[in-house]
């Protein structure tokens, strides 16, 4: 079974920062890899999803890459602001099932 | 991005009483959905995958017979919580989507069971 770890599982980064989030998977025969963002009590709004042909994806001040053979992926956010205070959170998906969650990184940006 | 709803968006039910979940695919036909559950500081779990006309596959530890997933048609599934107790207090999640493709997660539904 797919497993999700995230490194660190909180960060706290002033305004302007840039910052890197990790993901790291078990199983690299993986489809694609999400990245979402949840804020507390709600739900998740998808930032970016690379596919398993894909290496990195972009929007933004965000961008995601992917590493198969190594089993990681990181989130790089660029200067930070304070709106973006958020959990982060990785899955990875196998071909045609679900989602494999990590726990997830919350980011406190302050200002 | 695809748009799925859920409804309603935060239930309080008494223990023993049943509550149902609507997870709608507003703006594309979902073949498959997947009911996630997330209790507090803790990521969402898969509960149970449920593919239209057929039934729902369940994860271990999941109690069918509790947790009732009807996805009738390709617009909606619902997750029925049976003789709801605390411990099923949880954010009830759906996502949506088509095949291998990127899902699609609706807003949550946040259960209370006193």
């Known amino acids: 079974k797919q497993e999700v770890t995230q490194i660190p599982a909180a960060l706290s980064v002033p305004e302007g920062e840039n910052l890197v989030l990790n993901c790291s998977f078990t199983?690299?025969?993986?489809?694609?890899l999400q990245w979402f963002r949840q804020d507390p009590g709600k739900g998740l709004t998808s930032l970016l999803l690379?596919?398993?042909?894909?290496r990195e994806q972009t929007s933004g001040r965000l961008n995601a890459s992917l590493d198969k053979s190594s089993g990681r992926s990181t989130l790089y956010i660029a200067a930070s602001q304070p709106g973006d205070s958020a959990t982060y959170l990785c899955?990875?998906?196998?071909?045609?099932?679900?989602?494999?969650f990590g726990k997830g990184t919350s980011l406190l940006v302050t200002p | 991005g695809a748009v799925v709803s859920q409804h309603p968006s935060w239930v309080i039910c008494k223990s023993g009483t049943s509550v149902k979940i609507e997870c709608r695919s507003l703006?594309?036909?979902?073949?498959?959905m997947f009911w996630y559950r997330q209790f507090p500081k803790q990521s969402l779990m898969l509960m149970a995958t449920?593919?239209?006309?057929?039934?729902?596959?369940?994860e271990q530890g999941v109690e069918k017979d509790k947790f009732l997933i009807n996805h009738a048609s390709l617009t909606l599934s619902t997750l029925t919580v049976t003789s709801a107790h605390p411990e099923d207090s949880s954010f009830y999640i759906c996502?949506?989507?088509?095949?291998?493709?990127?899902?699609?997660f609706g807003p949550g539904t946040r259960l209370t069971v006193l």
């Open positions: 899955a990875a998906s196998n071909s045609g099932y679900a989602l494999n």
């Open positions: 199983d690299s025969a993986i489809y694609n």
């Open positions: 690379i596919q398993s042909s894909q």
């Open positions: 703006d594309f036909q979902a073949t498959t």
């Open positions: 449920s593919n239209e006309g057929s039934k729902a596959t369940y």
């Open positions: 996502s949506g989507g088509q095949g291998d493709n990127e899902q699609f």
